[in-house]
């Protein structure tokens, strides 16, 4: 059974979205050092690509820091 995480005041969002910005600049770096078309750039790639649906998700409300995002899971 699935229980919500507690959350206190110390205590860090699941998400945090200023670290995923900069992550996923630092993926495109490192995607135009590889090549997106090598193996390791497909890969880095789609981790960006994950990242920013996370970052989409969080701006239109529904995101990893939503109240009911982990109801789906």
């Given at each position: 059974m699935l229980h919500a995480p507690h959350t206190s005041a110390t205590q860090a969002p699941f998400f945090n979205v200023k670290q995923a910005r900069w992550l996923t600049g630092v993926l495109a770096m490192l995607i135009g050092v590889v090549g997106k078309d090598?193996?390791?750039?497909?890969?880095?790639?789609?981790?960006r690509g994950e990242i920013t649906s996370l970052?989409?998700?969080?701006?239109?409300?529904?995101?990893?820091?939503?109240?009911?995002?982990?109801?789906?899971n």
């Open positions: 090598s193996l390791l750039g497909l890969i880095l790639g789609q981790a970052l989409r998700a969080e701006q239109r409300g529904n995101g990893p820091n939503a109240d009911s995002w982990f109801a789906g």
